[in-house]
């Protein structure tokens, strides 16, 4: 298994003196008129199911946070998500690369709208790099639960299949995960947010502790 070597360092840069050492999850707030605050129980959802199968004291609680908050460095596992356009300025664009190629991680769910502008948004931040397929044998489907079939598609949107595409820094490691045509965070809403049956919910919730445990543990 993996070293935490990640969580290890922004732990201990970040909450020196705090009474609880918890890893948090951020939500990225973003500019340009997408619903980035969509469903605010997603990330509380996924972290209480996070907890009962990683061995990490996580904190429930959603941060929100800014591209040009110099904090992000505090949280290892930024999340975007939205049905429309996402603005950057080239100081957030530079903040966010920085942050991501120091090693920091930023999951992005397309929510049915996001697709053009995020791929247009994330060229700024690595114009040097290419968003690139991981395939059903790439180990984040079978590290922990098993997807023999690959990236699961949670909702239906117009009958493309879903993919998970990655942008990795020179060592191989995930600096960017883009789910599109899946959307597994609305796996994580409250169940009368979209009334998925349980099943569909527990696959959900499921690829995202694999997703956690690839890039974590």
């Given amino acids: 298994m993996k070293t935490i070597l990640l969580i290890l360092a922004i732990l201990v840069s970040s909450v020196l ?28 959802n996924f972290a209480d199911y996070l907890a009962k199968h990683i061995p990490l004291k996580i ?31 080239d100081s957030e664009i530079s903040n966010l690369r ?19 502008s995020f791929r247009k948004f994330i060229s700024k931040v690595f114009p040097e790099r ?4 991981l395939p059903a044998s790439h180990p984040i489907f079978s590290c922990y639960f098993d997807f023999p079939n690959g990236l699961p598609k949670i909702h239906e949107h117009d009958s493309k299949r879903p993919q998970l595409l990655a942008i990795l820094d020179d060592a191989g490691r995930i600096m960017v995960l883009y789910t599109y045509e899946s959307n ?10 979209h009334n998925d049956p349980p099943e569909v919910k527990e696959t959900a919730f499921r690829f995202g502790v694999n997703l956690f445990y690839h890039l974590f543990l």
């Fill in 98 to 116: 920085n942050y991501l190629t120091a090693g920091g991680f930023l999951y992005v769910d397309d929510d049915y709208g996001l697709d053009e």
């Fill in 130 to 133: 290419s968003l690139i397929e």
């Fill in 17 to 44: 003196h705090a009474d609880l050492q918890q890893i948090q999850l951020a939500r990225v707030q973003y500019d340009g008129g997408g619903d980035w605050y969509n469903d605010p129980e997603i990330l509380p």
């Fill in 184 to 193: 597994i965070s609305d796996g994580w809403a409250d169940f009368e947010t």
């Fill in 59 to 89: 904190d429930k609680r959603e941060k929100v946070v800014k591209l040009s908050d110099g904090a992000i460095s505090q949280y290892p596992f930024l999340f975007l998500t939205g049905h429309g356009n996402i603005v950057a300025t």
